[in-house]
C-alpha cells in the first residue's frame, strides 16, 4: 500500500501562508486598482479609454493564462526559485514600463511582462501552501488568498495619493519597488521536509528501479538541473532490508533514499502543479491526493526508453492534463466555460471604469478611489460568506452561485441609476458579495459536475477562457464609452454578459444537460 507524504500542517507552514498572503496582495492589488491609473493615463497619452484600458486588462489576461506555463516552470525548478523570478521579472516589466514613449510599449511592458511576472509569483505563492497543510489546507489557503481583497482595499487610495504627489512615470518606479518584495517573500518559501509513511512493496522490482536511478543520479548522468522530484542519498544494499514473516517487503520511503534523519527532502518541487496552479484548489482540503504525485507515477513505471523521460515528463505531463480538451464533449462543462467567458468579460468592468465614471460625476478621486476598497473590503467577506454557505448540506454551490450572478447582474443593470457617491458605494457592496461568491466557488461546480480528479483539467481550460475574457470585456465596454461619451450603455453591457453567464449556468441544471453529461461519462468510461 503506498501513501503520499504527510504535510506538516503547522510550523514554517504558517509563514508561507504569511509569504502567499503578501504576495496575493502584491497581484492581485495592484492589478485590480488599475482603474485608478487608467485617467492618468489617457490624459498623458491622449488616447481613447478602450485602449488604456488595455494596459491593465492585458496584465490581467496575461497572469491568468500563465497558470499552465507557471505549473510546468515549478515542477521543473520548484516554488521558490519560480517565486523570486517572477518578482523579478514583473518588477522588471513596470520599470520598463515607466521609460515607454507611448501607449504601445506600455502595454507590452507594463501589461505583457508585467502579467507574465504576476503569473508567476501567483502560482507557487498557492501551491507552497497545499504543500505545507493537508488537514488545515482550507484554512490556511483561505487566509492566503483573502490578499486578493486586502490588496485592493490598500493599494487603490494607495495609488491615488502617490498620483498626488508624482507623475505616473515615478509611480510606476514605486510599484516597480513595492513589487520586488516578492522575491523577498519568495525566498521564505524554503524547501519542505516531508516525513514519510510506510510503503508496502509486492516485489522488490520497485526498489531496484529507484535503485537504478539514484545510483545514475550519482554517476551524474542526468545533470544536476535534472535531478528528480526527490533529493536522494546513496541506498544501503538489499540484504540490510529487512523481510517480516509474511514475506512482504515493507520498506518505508525513508529507507530507498537512505537519509540518516529517517527523512526525504521534498524540496519545494512539486508534482501536483497541475492542479495546485488553479486559484479553486485551495478550497478543497484533499485536492493535493486527488492527483498521482511524481513519485507515485515514477514508481510504477516499469520501464524507459531513456532516463531522460522521468525527467521530462514532469513537465509535458502538466501540460498534457491540464489542456484535456475530451472535456469539451462535456455538456455541463461546456456551458460552464462559455458562462464563466461572459462572466469574466464582465467581472473587469466596474474594477476598470467605476473610479472613472465616479471622477465623471464630479466626486473627488480620494473618495472615489475608495469605491474599490470597498469592493476589496466586501470580496473578502463574500468568498467567507459563500465558503461557510456551501459547506451547508441543504444549500447547491451551483444554485447560489447562479443567483450571486444573476443579483451583479441587477447591480450593473442599476448602477447608471446611482448618481451619488452613497448609492455608489451600495453598488460596491452588492458587486464585491456577488463577484466573491462568482470566483470562490468556481471549483466547488466543478468538483461536484465533474469530479475532483478533473479539476486539474476542467480549471486549465476555465482559466485560459477567463483569462482571454478578462482583456475583452474592459476594451468593449470602453469602445462604447467612446462612442456614446458616457459609462451607462459600458455598464449596461457588463450587466447583460452577466445574464447571460447566470442563464447558461442554470441551463446546467436542466435534465436534458443532465442526460447529455452522462451520455459523454458514459462514453468516457467505456473508451477506458
Not at 291 to 304: D, E
Amino acid at each position: 500500500m503506498k501513501t503520499l507524504p504527510k504535510s506538516p500542517d503547522g510550523g514554517w507552514g504558517w509563514v508561507v501562508v504569511s509569504s502567499s498572503l503578501m504576495c496575493n496582495i502584491l497581484v492581485d492589488g495592484i492589478g485590480l486598482a488599475y482603474g485608478v491609473l487608467l485617467p492618468k493615463f489617457a490624459d498623458y497619452f491622449q488616447a481613447s479609454k478602450s485602449k488604456v484600458s488595455l494596459v491593465g486588462s492585458v496584465m490581467i489576461g496575461t497572469y491568468m493564462c500563465t497558470g499552465p506555463f507557471a505549473s510546468g516552470l515549478v515542477n521543473k525548478f520548484g516554488c521558490r526559485m519560480v517565486s523570486i523570478a517572477g518578482s523579478l521579472i514583473a518588477a522588471a516589466g513596470v520599470i520598463i514600463g515607466s521609460f515607454s514613449p507611448n501607449l504601445d510599449i506600455l502595454i507590452v511592458t507594463y501589461g505583457v511582462i508585467g502579467g507574465l511576472g504576476f503569473g508567476m509569483m501567483y502560482l507557487p505563492s498557492i501551491v507552497s501552501v497545499g504543500l505545507y497543510f493537508d488537514k488545515k489546507r482550507p484554512i490556511a489557503t483561505g487566509i492566503a488568498v483573502c490578499g486578493s481583497g486586502i490588496g485592493t482595499f490598500i493599494f487603490s487610495p494607495f495609488l491615488e495619493f502617490l498620483s498626488e504627489i508624482y507623475d505616473w512615470r515615478n509611480i510606476l518606479m514605486i510599484m516597480a519597488g513595492i513589487i520586488l518584495n516578492g522575491a523577498v517573500c519568495g525566498m521564505l518559501i524554503r524547501p519542505l521536509k516531508l516525513k514519510q509513511k510506510e510503503v508496502e512493496c509486492d516485489s522488490d522490482h520497485i526498489y531496484d528501479e529507484v535503485v537504478e536511478v539514484v545510483e545514475e543520479n550519482e554517476r551524474g548522468k542526468l545533470g544536476e538541473e535534472s535531478r528528480p522530484f526527490l533529493q536522494v542519498a546513496q541506498p544501503q544494499s538489499k540484504k540490510e532490508q529487512k523481510t517480516p514473516k509474511n514475506g512482504r517487503i515493507t520498506k518505508s520511503l525513508d529507507d530507498m533514499t537512505q537519509y540518516d534523519n529517517n527523512s526525504i527532502i521534498a524540496g519545494d518541487k512539486i508534482g501536483e502543479g497541475s492542479v495546485t496552479y488553479n486559484k479553486p484548489f485551495r478550497s478543497l482540503p484533499n485536492i493535493m491526493h486527488s492527483n498521482t504525485s511524481i513519485l507515485s507515477t515514477f514508481l510504477q513505471q516499469k520501464t524507459y526508453s531513456s532516463k531522460c523521460y522521468v525527467l521530462t515528463s514532469c513537465i509535458t505531463e502538466v501540460f498534457t492534463e491540464v489542456f484535456d480538451f475530451s472535456l469539451l464533449g462535456n455538456a455541463s462543462f461546456v456551458l460552464i466555460c462559455i458562462g464563466n467567458i461572459f462572466g469574466a468579460a464582465a467581472y473587469y468592468i466596474p474594477f476598470m471604469y467605476l473610479v472613472d465614471r465616479a471622477l465623471m460625476l464630479g466626486i473627488p478621486s480620494t473618495e472615489a478611489a475608495i469605491l474599490l476598497s470597498v469592493i476589496g473590503v466586501m470580496n473578502i467577506i463574500g468568498r467567507i460568506l459563500s465558503g461557510v454557505l456551501a459547506n451547508m448540506k441543504k444549500v447547491n454551490a451551483l444554485v447560489l452561485n447562479n443567483i450571486a450572478l444573476f443579483i451583479a447582474a441587477v447591480a450593473l443593470f442599476l448602477q447608471p441609476l446611482c448618481t451619488h457617491y452613497s448609492l455608489l458605494v451600495v453598488f460596491g457592496v452588492v458587486f464585491g458579495l456577488c463577484v466573491a461568491t462568482y470566483v470562490s466557488l468556481a471549483p466547488i461546480i466543478l468538483c461536484d459536475l465533474l469530479g475532483v480528479e478533473r479539476l486539474a483539467n476542467s480549471f486549465g481550460l476555465l482559466g485560459v477562457a477567463r483569462g482571454i475574457a478578462s482583456v475583452i470585456g474592459p476594451l468593449l465596454a470602453g469602445m462604447i464609452l467612446q462612442a456614446t461619451g458616457n459609462y451607462d450603455a459600458s455598464f449596461y453591457l457588463g450587466g447583460g454578459m452577466f445574464l447571460m453567464a447566470s442563464l447558461l449556468h442554470f441551463m446546467i441544471m436542466l435534465p436534458c444537460t443532465k442526460r447529455l453529461t452522462d451520455l459523454h461519462a458514459k462514453k468516457e468510461t467505456a473508451s477506458t
